[in-house]
């Protein structure tokens, strides 16, 4: 079965400029998130979509990120303009369902951004 | 809230030698824990995890972690460390009454050496 698709795989910008990242989740999942992960951290849930929706987003800045996932499939993360603490690991993840016991996330490879 | 912690920032042994990494865990009901094993420029992946059941869990790669309900522990462990072990580990717990939300802890690098 083919995983969680990301890209683009490495992005450097600089601050003030847009960036946008893809993610194409596992045939079949429902739910999709997107997780920052800041350099010594752990990733921190931005935004979780259930199939369309917005399930949660309250650790989203939603001053300069957005996040779509208009066709419940794929789904894009924006950020603009981007500032320096910006520069993270963008993971994205999806899972069958959102309820149930049997319910691990199988995540992406990650797009890492610099922002100089 | 929700939160688990992983006191170590870094674990190192010795190939052939048992391993072990801390979490603990904070949680107002059911605990559901999991381990991510994360190596560089990849995503997580699944290792294992622990709903209900046994409190011994085994996971992927001959790895297993002991859920202590006393001790709000969940420690990772494996009885003889490879190099290849070498990567960084993440404990996370799953929110039920949000919409099963993960928190992570901060992670655990593991160093493996010859």
């Known amino acids: 079965e083919a995983g969680v698709a990301q890209s683009p795989r490495y992005k450097i910008i600089e601050k003030r400029q847009s960036v946008a990242f893809w993610c194409n989740p596992i045939?079949?999942?429902?739910?999709l998130y997107w997780y920052q992960q800041i350099l010594g951290q752990g990733p921190k849930l931005l935004i979780q979509f259930q199939n369309n929706g917005v399930v949660d987003d309250s650790q989203l800045p939603k001053d300069r990120f957005s996040a779509e996932r208009l066709k419940g499939v794929d789904s894009t993360l924006k950020i603009q303009p981007a500032k320096l603490e910006d520069s993270a690991v963008y993971l994205c993840?999806?899972?069958?369902?959102?309820?149930?016991?049997?319910?691990?996330?199988?995540f992406g490879p990650g797009t890492r951004l610099t922002v100089l | 809230a929700q939160s688990v912690a992983q006191p170590e920032d870094q674990v190192n042994v010795a190939e052939g030698n048992p391993l072990t990494v801390k979490c603990t865990y904070s949680?107002?009901?059911?605990?559901?824990l999991f381990w991510y094993v994360q190596y560089p420029n990849r995503g997580l992946q699944f290792l294992l995890k622990y709903i209900t059941g046994d409190n011994l869990v085994k996971g992927s790669y001959g790895f297993e972690a002991e859920f202590n309900k006393s001790q709000t522990s969940f420690h990772l462990k494996k009885p003889s460390a490879l190099v290849s072990d070498s990567a960084l580990y993440f404990c996370a717990v799953r929110d039920d009454n949000n919409f099963n939300k993960f928190y992570f802890g901060s992670g655990t690098k593991l160093n493996v050496k010859p």
């Open positions: 993840a999806s899972s069958f369902l959102t309820g149930g016991w049997d319910n691990e996330q199988f």
């Open positions: 045939s079949g999942h429902a739910t």
């Open positions: 949680v107002s009901g059911n605990p559901y």
